[in-house]
């Protein structure tokens, strides 16, 4: 069955995920909008900087991670004067790294499904009286629900998959950073096969029941009939 | 009244319009594609943005040197070439995404537009189940619940075929009789502009070469329009009484009675009469024997070649104008000149609504 450590790691893995994946969207969105409509000449260089995690090792990310939230560098120092201090090793460290590492997964989707909104959409609703933040919510949003699931369930999925970016910044410790993923690797490593059974293919099993959900959820809504109540 | 002065620099392109419009009845901005219709639309509705100009519709600033009221703050109905309707609402929704941002609208001005443009049997329809011209239906009720001081109309007939154009063209009819709003009308269709324009604004390469009402503009030699073969005159009349036996009707306008075939149209209605200059032929004494019915004595204004061979002849009847396109020879031996006491026999009359 499943032990003490185990469970903890379960518990530590879906809250980082879904905090992570809370910050992502309200992080993920602006910036995906942002991109999606901007003419500004340098914008592929954001674009390139959101998709290092993409093709970076999570082990180099991990590393210059831990060199700048690290007890010895500036950022804890400032944050130690503001009465904090270094974030390296705790579930905070855990939430910003899983933050940029999946980053890419959801401004991506979120800002392909933006760019298919068209202008006209949201100058019919100036027309009409809404005001910018108004129409975004309102006309961008709605038109953009597809990237928002994808978005969401990437980031997810993406947050409670990793494994190079936890280790280096979260140090494995049960109950405040030990994941999943790590927990899976240690009973391997522990030649103890069967628990690296039980939670892997309950990882396999919850991961394939999410994505019939989004199937099902995301035709059942292109079908369904929304109203402007 | 609406007063605009806006110069607006595109890539390669630049509107510099100038007008006076009256603050009731349709203008239709006509011009070729690419001369800037569009562009003047959406400057005026703050969706393009000057540098520096002036617009004022009735009462309402929305644009000096050093103030631009932005779009969702302007009062106004907009209605795009391929209506606009947001596909993530239905049709109530699209309607009500106006009603829950517009505060105090009363019911019986909203059951008003509904009725104007019989929305009622569309409201639970989703936008993929409409047609074309129930589309611009719900469109045009859209862009007028928000109670607008200016209604602005982009080629809303170009994406129908025929059928659906005869759909909306009464609704259009019965904006123009209803409505007391301005209303500018972008198209280069002539069939569109003669149907419902009152005054015609005239655009080529972004800059407005003439404005005015609607025969003005079509007679005036300063304008293209009267340049052509093609060119026709347009005024109004009203039908005062029918003929039985020969199922005809007749129409007053102030330079005498027409005569045509009755489509049961009622007494007292008004019509809109257009006479193309090519069945205008002109005579120095009034014909006795002959199988044309609407002879009108005339006054030559005006004379102006077209190509080699034809002229064209601005006259007027009793202070209605009307064209003549007859050939050079004819008007030569006629021994026509300004001031030239004629008749003129009208051959055929179409009737616009």
């Known amino acids: 069955m499943l032990s003490e450590t185990d469970i903890s790691a379960i518990s530590v893995t879906i809250k980082l995920a879904l905090l992570s994946t809370a910050i992502l969207i309200a992080i993920g969105t602006p910036l995906a909008w942002w991109l999606s409509q901007t003419k500004f000449k340098f914008k592929v260089v954001f674009e390139a900087i959101i998709a290092l995690p993409l093709i970076l090792p999570p082990t180099v990310l991990g590393f210059y991670l831990l060199m700048t939230l690290g007890s010895n560098s500036p950022l804890a120092g400032v944050l130690e004067y503001f009465g904090g201090g270094s974030i390296a090793f705790t579930f905070s460290g855990l939430v910003v790294g899983s933050v940029i590492y999946s980053l890419p997964f959801v401004v991506q989707p979120l800002q392909n499904s933006f760019s298919t909104v068209r202008s006209e959409s949201l100058e019919v609703a100036a027309t009409l009286g809404a005001s910018n933040i108004d129409r975004f919510f309102t006309v961008a949003v709605p038109l953009a629900r597809s990237g928002f699931i994808t978005a969401t369930v990437l980031g997810f999925a993406h947050t409670v998959g990793e494994f190079g970016v936890v280790l280096m910044i979260g140090g494995n410790i049960p109950g405040e950073t030990g994941v999943l993923s790590i927990a899976i690797y240690d009973h391997v490593e522990a030649m103890d096969y069967s628990q690296a059974h039980l939670l892997a293919g309950g990882l396999l099993v919850a991961s394939f029941i999410m994505l019939i959900f989004v199937y099902l959820f995301n035709r059942h809504f292109s079908v369904m009939r929304s109203r402007d109540w | ?353």
């Open chain 2, 1 to 353: 009244m609406i007063e605009c002065q806006l110069k607006i620099k595109l890539e390669g392109f630049t509107l510099d319009a100038k007008f006076t419009t009256p603050d009731k009845g349709i203008t239709v901005i006509f011009g070729p594609s690419g001369s800037g219709k569009t562009t003047l639309l959406r400057a005026i509705a703050g969706l393009e943005k000057s540098d520096s100009g002036f617009l004022k519709v009735g009462d309402s600033i929305w644009q000096t040197d050093d103030n631009f009221v932005p779009t969702h703050k302007r009062q106004i109905g907009y209605v795009f070439q391929d209506a606009g309707l947001f596909d993530h609402l239905d049709v109530s929704g699209n309607l009500n995404y106006v009603t829950k941002r517009k505060t105090g609208l009363k019911k019986v001005f909203i059951d008003s537009i509904y009725t104007l443009l019989d929305i009622e049997s569309l409201l639970n329809r989703r936008i993929g189940q409409l047609s074309g011209g129930e589309k611009q239906r719900v469109a045009i009720a859209r862009a007028l619940l928000t109670n607008p001081k200016i209604l602005l109309l982009d080629e809303p007939l170009s994406a129908l075929d025929l059928k659906r154009k005869n759909e909306i063209l009464p609704y259009l009819d019965s904006l123009h009789n209803q409505l007391e709003i301005p209303i500018l009308y972008v198209t280069h269709s002539q069939d569109e502009t003669s149907r419902l324009a009152d005054h015609i604004m005239l655009i080529e390469d972004g800059k407005i070469i003439g404005n005015g009402p609607i025969n003005e503009m079509l007679t005036s030699f300063d304008m293209p329009l009267s340049h052509s073969g093609d060119a026709i005159s347009i005024f109004e009349a009203r039908v005062i009484s029918r003929d039985t036996d020969f199922n005809l009707m007749h129409l007053e306008f102030n330079g005498g009675q027409f005569i045509v075939p009755d489509n049961a149209l009622p007494i007292d209605s008004l019509v809109r009469i257009r006479v193309a200059a090519r069945d205008v032929s002109i005579t120095k004494k009034k014909q006795a024997d002959t199988s044309i019915l609407n002879i009108f004595p005339a006054v030559v204004e005006e004379i102006v070649p077209e190509g080699n061979a034809q002229v064209i002849v601005q006259l007027t009847l009793n202070g209605v104008v009307l064209l003549a396109c007859l050939t050079r020879k004819s008007s030569a031996s006629l021994k026509l000149y300004k001031g030239s006491s004629v008749f003129v026999q009208v051959k055929s009359v179409a009737i616009l609504n």
